[in-house]
């Protein structure tokens, strides 16, 4: 067979020449603009080669520093079609995040939404490789800045030649984009993406039993373009000749509910997050979104509620998908087989609030010390992933040992596995307590205490123990008024009717306030620094 | 990204472990037989097993020479998941065919359906390469038979073990499978599939905008397993846990119709005779077709009234898929694109009677001496293709520089391009009859007829056939003294000991000479032209 390699040049070409007069809809700071695909191409080409006017060559890092619209995926495809990397800079990083990947991931051109100038002018000082910034604005005129030598992305593209070829004999292990994905410690860790694992994983997105994006699909991205590859939808998109739409800057719930109702689209994805405040949006005011065939859910596990609102209010299909920086993303998705249809709203639901059945293309085993964990939803293990559109390392990060092993990426994630092969994780491996070999759920202990009628929050942490290694220590805040009221004996009592003996606390502290992170998650390390010694001490 | 290789191996692994209770429908010589893909996955171990006992070595080409069902199924994955290549033997061929390909592929070992016996004993003296013969009967009884040595398929999988693995090491260009096509002058000509171009190529047809095969389908292909991997359906049927209808030995319309109905199929595809058979078995009896999404029909284009038939009178959606054995095969379909929803009738269906548009991962170009044709529908070119599943050369060949050129394959295949990117094929470069379904070489039965004694001249040609879409015709121009002696009995008779008997000319005209061009070579248009109402006058 030929040895065509697989390279994500040959996308925005099918486009053009299939597709010319199927568009991109895209938000930007000023208005919606409907862009065809045969345009979309032509300034792709033109980007492509003002680029490599100012300076990009092949294996250069270009950094994009902007929100989900049409000049950020001509950018998706205008530098890896070239040999260059996109490297999708989160914009909701620190000053100091920011200064690191950007540094550390080298780029030489920076492109910047207007309303982000300012937060790259603060660190500019700083950015040691950075040779050009140009501003994705929606006119030719450059806005105000300090940010030198810089250009206004119209006015760019003008230099560039429309017809500007893209490379078709690039190997299909070269690098495309990159991101990077926060760590435990320390600063973010970088991923690159091959040609062929971007490849792959848009053809695994088209799958009918994946998310099927096809030509008659209008989808909308509302994860971010600078969220792993906005999960591969604007790839998949381009190459199918699907209708994109855009959300641009700063949308808010009302936005995206008005938006899948105008321009009638059928697939959308984001975080549990935006699906919430939809449904309040939907709870006020009246939409028709009867369009939406699929809303995908990832980032994070969606409560139950918000998937039976959608599916059994709205009749629209909620599923999760699986996935994580190193992954593409998507490796599973919670969607059904043929032979549950006939399951009620509580088992479908049931299912689709699982993290999912792995897609065709992924190897995925939950494994413990004894091999795979048997297929009874309770015994843990955790998620190790290998496949084509898998990363095997971190970009120049000794952190790449902790989690690459022997050809599988040991994602942290601690899962059980139930009958039907459907995965559902239930702890991070750092949230999980290892007592003589054995582990404990900290996350299951927090759920059954904040259960409990007189606790407000609670924080189960591990601690060293002498002689169990590790043991759980409870830190629980109590609702007003029950102070003085409800002692540490009544909660382990309370937990021994739910839990083995060896899983309850030992000890269970009553405090003022749980730590949290700016996203209001506890925090959980502030904890264990601060109470590292307790076992020790008692 | 893990530089995971794209083998086959895992798609029989994840429909054991996702799918075990999904099933496969056989048809065999003695019944339907209904087997779980756990069932499917142990003998397919088993088979890899035995097989490796009698000497199976990676890279050993073992023969199958059967009809559609589960055994032939299993040879399809325990073959190619222990690095061996089963070789998909034409059970149509002539004697002298069979003798080559199974000679030229150097086929070690030769798995025979029970009535299929008698052709492999009839050249078993001439084969110099097989060393053994499975009989694929339905128990394990052996069959009378003089080939040697020999086993019962069902008692050879006893030798076997149910948990052999498949290997996960193999270079994902490494060869999986082979089948021969029909050479206009000469033998058939060899084509290898490698495990990354059968991999591409079922993911290919996973795609939700191409057949879109999924895991609730239920999935019959009617075209041979011996005919360019059943277009790719096992392939991608295992590897999506899809039911699989397998419709078994010498099927009748009647039976087709009937399997569709009682198992519910959703998807089906093979040669236009079959939809015509089926087509008028549907208007002597009454059968339930409903569940039918789709009918694939391919390997020559398909009748207007008959696309229109089941399109309007049966609502069932007919669509044209097109490809070779080059092509694993299917890199065109005649899908229609979203907004041609609200064509008429009438133009969907000209839309779905054209050869169609490329899919995802085929790059196809129609040429002149210009350059790409203009999309007029008028300008005829050559098509030609390039991609990860397309052949890059015919197995010790020289016939390979004719087809291979400069990276693309020269189809030979004359076509024209419409305004939306469709391609249709409107003549061939050569001159093959395509009968049924499958190929006639007119070049082989002239040269055939010119060796006997009496014939000065034959030309073969094709003329169309409303059952066979084009049978063969032959005007032989006899020599001197011959007239009146020789009968068209006689030659057709003198045929038969070198053909198969569907290759026999069903007419022969003795003319007193065949047109020629200027250098002397038959002006076959001209004759076909002449001739084109033989059959509908007949």
Chains 1, 2 share one sequence.
């Not at 760590?183 to 970088?190: I, M, R």
């Not at 830190?475 to 409800?486: D, F, H, N, S």
Request: negative net charge; charged residues 25%.
């Amino acid at each position: 067979m030929m040895k065509t390699p697989l390279l994500l040049s040959s996308f925005m070409e099918r486009a053009e020449k299939y597709f010319p007069n199927k568009y991109v809809i895209s938000r930007t700071h000023t208005g919606i603009k409907r862009i065809p695909y045969s345009e979309i191409g032509k300034r792709t080409r033109r980007l492509a080669s003002a680029l490599e006017k100012i300076g990009m060559n092949k294996g250069d890092k270009i950094g994009s520093f902007a929100w989900n619209h049409h000049r950020h995926l001509e950018a998706y495809f205008a530098v890896p079609s070239r040999g260059a990397i996109l490297h999708m800079v989160n914009i909701r990083l620190s000053e100091e995040h920011l200064i690191y990947v950007i540094n550390h991931a080298e780029d030489k051109i920076l492109m910047i939404d207007v309303d982000l100038i300012p937060t790259i002018e603060n660190i500019r000082d700083r950015l040691t490789t950075v040779q050009h910034f140009i501003i994705m604005s929606d006119d030719k005129t450059l806005p105000n800045t300090t940010l030198s030598p810089v250009y206004s992305y119209e006015q760019f593209l003008e230099e560039g030649d429309e017809q500007y070829p893209f490379l078709h004999d690039l190997d299909e292990y070269a690098p495309a984009a990159m991101c990077y994905t926060s760590a435990t410690t320390g600063y973010p860790k970088g991923v690159v993406y091959s040609h062929r694992g971007l490849y792959l994983h848009s053809m695994a997105l088209g799958l009918a039993d994946n998310l099927g994006i096809k030509e008659s699909d209008i989808a909308m991205p509302v994860v971010p373009m600078f969220h792993v590859n906005a999960w591969g939808l604007p790839f998949a998109a381009v190459w199918f000749g699907t209708t994109l739409v855009l959300p641009g800057p700063s949308f808010t719930p009302k936005l995206i509910a008005e938006l899948i109702e105008q321009e009638k689209v059928t697939i959308t994805a984001g975080v549990p997050t935006i699906w919430i405040g939809v449904l309040k949006e939907l709870e006020a005011r009246d939409y028709d979104l009867s369009s939406l065939r699929l809303i995908v859910s990832g980032g994070s596990s969606s409560p139950k509620g918000v998937i039976k609102a959608f599916e059994e209010k709205y009749g629209i299909p909620f599923i999760s998908g699986y996935g994580m920086t190193e992954t593409t993303p998507i490796v599973a998705i919670s969607s059904l087989k043929s032979y549950m249809m006939d399951y009620s709203l509580e088992e479908v639901i049931e299912t689709r609030s699982k993290t999912g059945l792995v897609v065709p293309g992924i190897e995925l085993k939950v494994i413990n010390d004894h091999g795979e964990v048997p297929r009874d939803s309770k015994t843990i293990g955790e998620l190790i992933l290998r496949g084509p559109w898998i990363a095997d390392q971190y970009y120049k990060d000794d952190r790449t040992t902790d989690a690459f092993k022997d050809g599988w990426l040991y994602t942290g994630d601690i899962a059980v596995v139930d009958q039907e092969g459907y995965v559902k994780i239930t702890d991070r491996t750092k949230d999980l307590i290892k007592s003589g070999g054995e582990w404990i759920s900290s996350v299951d202990i927090e759920n059954a205490l904040m259960s409990h009628e007189a606790v407000f929050e609670a924080a189960v942490i591990a601690v060293p123990h002498p002689k169990w290694q590790e043991r759980p220590l409870a830190c629980v805040v109590l609702k007003q008024g029950y102070e003085q009221k409800v002692k540490a004996e009544d909660l382990k009592n309370f937990l021994k009717n739910q839990f083995a003996s060896w899983w309850i606390p030992d000890d269970l502290l009553f405090v003022d306030e749980i730590p949290k992170t700016s996203v209001g998650k506890f925090l959980k390390r502030a904890l264990r620094e601060q109470l590292k010694e307790h076992y020790s001490n008692s």
